[in-house]
């Protein structure tokens, strides 16, 4: 999963008064709660319902749609270290100050040359030359300013070899020369700081694992999009299905487990409400079987790299009409 590659940060300082729409998530388990579940899928807004024994609850929210939403613990925000305002940070850490939330910072490693973005092998070699160390420290500068409790994100998804990040499909022992190279900033200028491993949940993962003293917390990536199950799996996936492969590799490592970005989305109209609607009962039930998992963190924005088989931007954002 990647964000759309910026040369700047923008936080929408907006947010702060922007009102959520109905607020389902607010709702227990109960008949009633998943009547209007259902109804509000159908009217547009696929939010999860936050189940009080199950995991937390956090967001990306670029859109303010869960302003107002008192059950969310966690604001997720995503920066590039090249060329970002990071003056706009404290305002973010303000906004989540006032919703009692915690702060999870994402660090992704763009970078750019004469041809724009660098190649993955140009970016590896300046991270580890520490070219790159002076975009850290800034980044570490500001977030050690903070008052929100902070968690750490840097180099996400780096098993993945689908070309999506520059960071991404280097040789293990690189990657994990680069994190600690970027983690030995972070802890000695932000010590309080919690330091999350996220990984896509993939099975070559732990060639990427970084040692139990460099990782705090570790982060899967969990999507549903129902065409893309039909034509891999021949059949409908439920959370628990795509998160399994991931959370088992993970156990391995005896960290606290959260799924830092999670999203769905139904397009197959036979299916599309009953697979959004299982969807968004279920992504924050207490499963025995992922009594590890602490957080689920939800990515509220329409994808911005293309899914396999033609299946184009997957609109992950809970509400269907803009609102705000």
């Known amino acids: 999963m990647n964000r759309s590659i910026s040369k700047s940060l923008a936080i929408t300082l907006t947010l702060m008064s922007l009102a959520v729409p109905s607020g389902l998530a607010l709702y227990g388990s109960s ?3 998943q009547e209007a579940l259902r109804a509000s899928i159908i009217a547009g807004d696929k939010r999860p319902i936050v189940h009080g024994d199950g995991p ?3 967001v990306y929210d670029p859109h303010g749609d869960f302003s107002s939403q008192t059950n969310v613990s966690t604001e997720h925000l995503f920066l590039p270290w090249e060329d970002v305002d990071l003056t706009s940070i404290p305002a973010a850490d ?8 915690k702060l999870l910072v994402t660090i992704e490693p763009w970078s750019w040359g004469d041809d724009w973005k660098l190649l993955p092998g140009q970016l590896r070699d300046g991270i580890l030359a520490g070219k790159y160390d002076a975009n850290m420290s800034a980044i570490a500068d500001v977030l050690a300013t903070l008052k929100s409790p902070l968690i750490v994100r840097w180099g996400q998804e780096m098993e993945d070899q689908s ?4 960071w991404a499909g280097w040789a293990p022992e690189d990657y994990i020369a680069a994190y600690k190279r970027m983690n030995d900033i972070v802890r000695a200028k932000v010590p309080g700081a919690q330091i999350m491993w996220s990984p896509k949940g993939l099975p070559n993962m732990n060639e990427y694992y970084p040692g139990d003293d460099q990782v705090d917390l570790v982060g899967l990536s969990v999507f549903g999009l129902d065409e893309y199950d039909m034509i891999v799996d021949k059949k409908l996936r439920k959370f628990a299905e795509v998160l399994e492969p991931g959370y088992k590799l993970a156990l391995t490592h005896n960290k606290p487990i959260w799924v830092a970005e999670l999203g769905y989305e139904g397009r197959i109209d036979v299916s599309k409400i009953d697979y959004m609607e299982e969807w968004a009962k279920t992504v924050t039930l207490n499963y025995p079987q992922f009594s590890e998992l602490k957080e689920v963190v939800y990515f509220n924005d329409k994808e911005v790299h293309p899914w396999p088989h033609d299946l184009g931007y997957p609109d992950w954002r809970v509400v269907r009409e803009a609102t705000n």
């Open 31 to 33: 008949a009633f709660a």
């Open 56 to 58: 937390k609850f956090g």
């Open 94 to 101: 303000q906004y989540a100050l006032q919703r009692g939330r």
């Open 163 to 166: 070309g999506r990040f520059s």
